[in-house]
Nanobody, 121 residues
Framework: QVQLVESGGGLVQAGGSLTLSCAAS????????MSWYRQAPGKERELVAA????????????YYADSVKGRFTISRDNAKNTTYLQMNSLKPEDTAVYYC??????????WGKGSPVTVSS
């Protein structure tokens, strides 16, 4: 059974930091591109950061949305089947539900249930 379980969200003051974790199971984690999306109230879901697969990939580096460049860092630990999103210098506009996503060109993609992040001003 495939599972993506996010954790680490919560309430933080502007300027603070949070680290989200996404524990994956039920699929071959290392061959999937792992990404973080977010959806703020009343807005569409948007891609925040992506970590290309480290097995069989083209060696490309991580992707970041312009709004989070220099503040957020995505990483992955293939031995633990876990991906992380380190979020620094948080702003009220970062408030959203953050979703973990696993994608592969030839296989079904997967979504976590989301972890809410609230940044107070």
């Amino acid at each position: 059974q495939v599972q993506l379980v996010e954790s680490g969200g919560g309430l933080v003051q502007a300027g603070g930091s949070l680290t989200l974790s996404c524990a994956a199971s039920g699929f071959k984690f290392s061959i999937y591109t792992m990404s973080w999306y977010r959806q703020a109230p009343g807005k569409e879901r948007e891609l925040v950061a992506a970590s290309p697969r480290s097995v069989g990939g083209d060696g490309g580096g991580p992707y970041y949305a312009d709004s989070v460049k220099g503040r957020f860092t995505i990483s992955r630990d293939n031995a633990k089947n876990t991906t992380y999103l380190q979020m620094n210098s948080l702003k009220p506009e970062d408030t959203a539900v953050y979703y973990c996503h696993a994608a592969h060109r030839y296989f079904t993609d997967y979504w976590g249930k989301g972890s809410p992040v609230t940044v107070s001003s």
